[in-house]
């Protein structure tokens, strides 16, 4: 019993290491982050949900967007925000097998959209007559139940198999919630089987959305470049910034910090912290700007609101 603890009730969180006398700083632009990642995609819902000129599928997935960087930022939140701003390091492991899940499943759910929207970018530009015949209605219900059956199935057995581990005494994370390697690596037992299904999962779902991202933008530019005019050329490749900025938003971090972890041996655990941090709190914070940027109608349905707010303030101050 000296060397693991098999009714370990909490594990302790690690904030930025070597930052520990700033976490009350911190906290602030992380406070900063989960009300506007909150406010940017409960607008973005609120206007596509408002907008009838908004009702096409290319909206209907970039709601679906909405929606999952808004469970993404509210896996994280119940963890950080106690830890940088009052402390907290205790987590209960139940609390902590449920934070994992969530946040592996709202993870595997962003990259899942973001693959039915380089789908939806493909038809659009590739057969635009058939556009609205191809993504109907039941359709784009039926892919939204596949992104929701595929990323809550397969992320089910991974807290119900490190439920079953034993830990050892040191039961210290390297971040600020809990993620499945993390807590993997403090079971005192033979974790190959957890290794390989998670590796499994991740292969099984990112790898194999990024793999079909990139086939379908090679074959979005293939049909691009056989397009005659300049001009259309160049409308067609705007239709997708929007996408390939949220797709790099989502990768690049998730890249990096693999790439550190493979080879990485002496990176600073601080610069880990800070990559885990981009992939999981700036993709929520980020796109709803992006797409706000990019996308002229929710840009003007914005402005609308704004001007219609200021209006109203204005007429209460002068009554």
């Known amino acids: 019993m000296s060397h693991f603890n098999h009714t370990s009730t909490s594990f302790f969180l690690t904030g930025l290491p070597g930052l520990e ?12 982050m989960y009300v506007a990642s909150l406010a940017g995609n409960s607008l973005i819902l609120w206007v596509v949900r408002w907008e009838p000129a908004l009702h096409q599928p290319m909206y209907c ?8 960087d808004l469970g993404l930022s509210a896996s994280t939140l ?10 907290l390091r205790e987590v209960a492991v139940d609390l902590c097998l449920a934070q ?10 962003e990259s899942s959209v973001l693959l039915t929207m380089a789908f939806d970018r493909f038809v659009a530009i590739s057969k635009p007559l058939h556009y609205g015949t191809i993504l109907t209605s039941p359709r784009i219900a039926s892919l939204g139940l596949a ?24 039961r210290l994370l390297s971040h600020s919630y809990c ?5 993997m690596k403090l ?9 390989a299904y998670g590796l499994f999962v991740v292969l099984s779902t990112l790898g194999v959305d990024s793999v079909l991202i990139i086939l379908s933008y090679g074959l979005i530019l293939q049909t691009v470049l056989s397009i005659a005019s300049k001009a259309e050329r160049l409308k067609a490749l705007n239709t997708c910034v929007s996408h390939i900025c949220s797709v790099l938003l989502f990768y690049t971090p998730m890249i990096g910090l693999s790439m550190i972890h493979r080879f990485g041996k002496r990176a600073s655990p601080c610069s880990r912290g800070v990559l885990s941090y981009l992939h999981f709190l700036i993709p929520p914070v980020l796109n709803p700007v992006v797409y706000t940027i990019k996308t002229q109608q929710i840009r003007l349905r914005m402005l609308r609101i704004f001007w219609s707010c200021g209006a109203g303030i204005r007429d209460i101050r002068g009554h």
């Open 179 to 183: 993620l499945h390697p993390d807590v």
């Open 21 to 32: 006398a700033m976490h009350i700083w911190l906290s602030i632009p992380l406070w900063a």
């Open 187 to 195: 079971a005192c037992a033979d974790t190959h089987i957890n290794s």
């Open 78 to 87: 119940p963890t950080m925000l106690p830890l940088y701003t009052l402390g």
């Open 100 to 109: 994992l899940f969530f946040i592996h499943t709202f993870s595997v759910m």
């Open 61 to 68: 997935f970039l709601s679906m967007l909405a929606v999952t």
């Open 147 to 170: 992104v929701l059956v595929r990323s809550v199935g397969l992320h089910i057995p991974a807290p119900i198999m490190l439920k079953k581990l034993p830990y050892c005494q040191n």
